[in-house]
């Protein structure tokens, strides 16, 4: 992804500020109130939002409350549960922003402790779930590191504007392990299998089936290829494969000429003969 240069610049700038400041913070064991403070500030300078008009604080949600929340055009697009900078972050305070995204409808939610950045992806599934899709150190940023700035910039306000966090995070799905397992045993793939190792050994007979099965025992781990997140990944190929299916189908349907009835052949017309034709033989007669 291409940053910027003027985001670029800030993000460099904010990082070198922002990384002597937490590192105080974190040995002070500062409160989580005082670090709602530093990570009001970060959303400020460091991402790009309006302080006044893009972060609202307690955000109340159903009686419960989340730290902050941005809001750009009236809104809300990231909630943020911030803990205190020493406290280590604890699965059951996913299981609590999530709570209060998905009773707001919010897709993206922010756990973080000033130092630790944690971005997960709400899954409107029964039961709700959470994935998560990027991480952020700041206190092992390298502000010349091409890679920890893109990390930045997808919680940025600039970036979000672009949606590039939901590109990173569909990007993550299609590289995911469980995908790619299923990728490698659909039919497709065999096919392409079998080629060439029938290119590799003409006179073997092969069968799909064969390959699949030396997949399963000896080349794919079990936790790729059963369980949920196997079906689930296995159900989005098929859906895809239909999808693309349906649009080829389309396209062919569109192409070919459209026949709405069999037209038949006109009565040939006999040619018409001249008058003086006509004289000179009935004369002749």
């Not at 940023?141 to 997808?154: A, E």
Request: charged fraction near 30%; aromatic fraction near 6%; glycine fraction near 4%.
């Amino acid at each position: 992804m291409n940053i910027p240069s003027r985001v670029e610049t800030r993000l460099v700038n904010m990082v070198k500020r922002f990384t002597p400041i937490l590192s105080s913070a974190k040995a002070r064991d500062v409160n989580e109130s005082d670090t709602v403070i530093i990570v009001t500030d970060i959303l400020s300078e460091l991402f790009g939002y309006d302080k006044y008009a893009e972060i609202t604080s307690e955000h109340s949600i159903r009686g419960t409350w989340c730290d902050l929340a941005t809001k750009l055009e009236g809104k809300i697009e990231l909630l943020i549960e911030v803990k205190a900078i020493g406290l280590e972050l604890k699965d059951s305070y996913v299981k609590q922003a999530v709570d209060y995204a998905a009773n707001k409808g919010v897709e993206w939610v922010v756990l973080t402790n000033g130092t630790n950045w944690r971005i997960y992806k709400v899954q409107f599934s029964k039961p709700i779930d959470a994935e998560l899709v990027c991480e952020i150190d700041f206190l092992t940023l390298d502000h010349k590191n091409d890679s920890h700035l893109q990390q930045l910039y997808t919680i940025s306000k600039e970036g979000w504007g672009k949606k590039v966090l939901s590109d990173l995070h569909e990007q993550r799905q299609a590289l995911s392990k469980f995908v790619i397992a299923a990728v490698t045993m659909s039919d497709t793939v065999l096919d392409v299998m079998r080629r060439e190792l029938k290119r590799l050994c003409p006179d073997v007979k092969i069968q799909n089936e064969q390959i699949l099965e030396v997949l399963l025992l000896d080349v794919l781990k079990r936790e790729v290829v059963e369980g949920e997140k196997a079906e689930e990944a296995k159900k989005k190929l098929t859906k895809a494969a239909a999808r693309s299916s349906r649009a080829k189908s389309e396209k062919s349907e569109e192409a070919s000429p459209i026949t709405t009835a069999t037209i038949a052949s006109p009565t040939p017309v006999l040619p018409e003969v001249p008058p003086q034709a006509t004289t000179q033989t009935q004369a002749t007669a």
